[in-house]
């Protein structure tokens, strides 16, 4: 297992799975939280991390076994198809635990495609947060996340498809940062492939009084 070394007692290692045969290319860096008091939890979460990239890559696998019985079966080329999982910290101070994990694919088409999971871990209690539960009730964030967004979506509009964002969903992928909150989308989502996974970064000053005094960090 590789090591990153993060802000404080709790430190998010590398447990590495990987392996090539002729149809398939895997290879999965996963997160193991260490370090924690909470060791049913860290437990729990670490399983979690494990079973989503198990699981993508079975899909994969699968995937290409399918492809090369076909591949054989009208006499073309099997290409190799390939499952990676990598992820990064993004925070880790005052009891939040941010890991973003991305899970890419390639089945042998022109490119591949890239999905992305982020935890935002409260540390106190174990609970992995919802957008939700850094607000206050009764407040209207959505709206002014919205039309933040939407004025960094008007200053480049060349790089999204016009009419394309509707508001954020209930449970939109999103990363508390020092001060500030972004906001990610998918791939096609609202923007060309060659974007990328779009994000939004929402200053805490924009919000205003919205925000639990807890997540008020810097």
């Known amino acids: 297992m590789g090591m990153k070394t993060v802000g404080n ?17 895997e290879d999965l ?9 909470k060791k049913r939890t860290e437990s729990q979460l670490n399983a979690k991390f494990a079973n989503y ?3 993508f890559s079975k899909e994969i696998e699968d995937e290409a076994k399918n492809a090369a019985i076909e591949a054989k079966k009208q006499g073309y080329p099997m290409r190799q ?12 101070k005052n009891d939040l635990l941010v890991i973003a994990i991305t899970y890419y694919q390639y089945l042998g088409g022109a490119h591949g495609l890239t999905h992305q999971d982020i935890f935002n871990i409260d540390l106190r209690t174990g609970k992995i947060l919802s957008l939700s539960d850094i607000f206050k ?4 964030y ?18 999204y498809f016009p009419n394309a964002f509707k508001g954020i969903l209930d449970y939109p ?40 005094e807890r997540f008020l960090i810097g």
Not at 9 to 25: D, E, H, M, P
Not at 81 to 92: D, I, T
């Open 9 to 25: 007692n709790i430190r998010v290692i590398t447990r590495r799975i990987a392996k090539t045969t002729s149809i398939l290319k």
């Open 29 to 37: 860096s996963l997160p193991v939280i260490t370090g924690w008091s």
């Open 53 to 55: 990239a198990l699981a």
């Open 81 to 92: 198809h390939e499952a990676n999982v990598q992820y990064k910290v993004l925070y880790n």
């Open 137 to 140: 009730s009764g407040t209207n």
């Open 142 to 159: 959505k709206e002014i996340i919205d039309q933040e967004i939407r004025e960094q979506i008007n200053a480049q509009p060349e790089l």
């Open 173 to 212: 992928t999103f990363a508390i940062g020092d001060n500030y909150l972004t906001i990610y989308f998918e791939l096609y989502e609202i923007a060309p492939y060659y974007v990328g996974l779009p994000e939004f970064k929402i200053p805490f000053s924009v919000l205003g009084d919205t925000i639990k």
